[in-house]
């Protein structure tokens, strides 16, 4: 079966920074490109960045709201993604998914809460 | 950026009622479009892709149709596990983006 599962969420101060992980079971993630939408309490989805495959290089495109603070990396020996977020902001708070859009597949999502 | 809007952004409906959802894209995004259902706590999960194709194992009372700017989301007859807020997502070009979404509810 198909899993995604994300880790490495919780409290941080404004400015600091903190590492999501994105683990991959049943699926080989540097075949696919993959995404990840975060929600912020009580509001909608917003897709925040995107790692193409390894056939491509795995290049990254980036929300404005995050470009310039976030990278997405991977790491195949892991079957993994990660999202370093740097310089967070109260408004980075939200739930962060890891998501392969066209195969519909989502984690379960981990929670960063940005404040002091 | 493509930019999407929703409506409506709520509806109360009855068990058996149909219900419609429009999104509309800025810019014509084709067939790239994707309907989402979420409930509370859950992560989405994908029910219409491609703009008008069924996700596997999801009841045939959910159809969706449209293309270019104009998309339409319908359930057919409302259950009761359909209560949950619907998203459509553009991922035609970058950056990818959700409509605000509309929250189906039991009237």
């Known amino acids: 079966e198909e899993q995604l599962v994300e880790s490495g969420g919780g409290l941080v101060q404004p400015g600091g920074s903190l590492r999501l992980s994105c683990a991959a079971s049943?699926?080989?993630?540097?075949?696919?490109?993959m995404d990840w939408v975060r929600q912020a309490p009580g509001k909608g989805l917003e897709w925040i960045g995107r790692s193409r495959n390894k056939v491509n290089g795995y290049t990254p495109d980036y929300a404005p709201s995050v470009r310039g603070r976030f990278i997405i990396s991977r790491d195949d020996s892991k079957n993994s993604m990660y999202l370093q977020m740097n310089r967070l902001k109260s408004e980075d708070t939200a739930i962060y998914y890891c998501?392969?859009?066209?195969?519909?597949?989502w984690g379960q999502g981990t929670l960063v809460s940005v404040s002091s | 950026d493509t930019q999407m809007t929703q409506s409506p952004s709520s509806l109360s409906a009855s068990v058996g009622d149909r219900v419609t959802i429009t999104c509309q894209a800025s810019?014509?995004?084709?067939?790239?479009l994707n309907w989402y259902q979420q409930k509370p706590g859950k992560a989405p999960k994908l029910v219409i892709y491609?703009?008008?194709n069924l996700e596997t194992g999801v009841p045939s009372r959910f159809s969706g149709s449209g293309s270019g700017t104009d998309f339409t989301f319908t359930i057919s007859s409302l259950q009761s596990e359909d209560i949950a807020t619907y998203y459509c997502?553009?991922?035609?070009?970058?950056?990818?983006?959700f409509g605000p979404g509309t929250k189906v509810d039991l009237k």
């Open positions: 049943g699926i080989t993630l540097s075949d696919l490109y």
């Open positions: 810019q014509d995004i084709t067939n790239f």
């Open positions: 491609d703009a008008s």
């Open positions: 998501v392969q859009i066209l195969e519909g597949y």
């Open positions: 997502l553009q991922y035609d070009n970058l950056p990818f983006a």
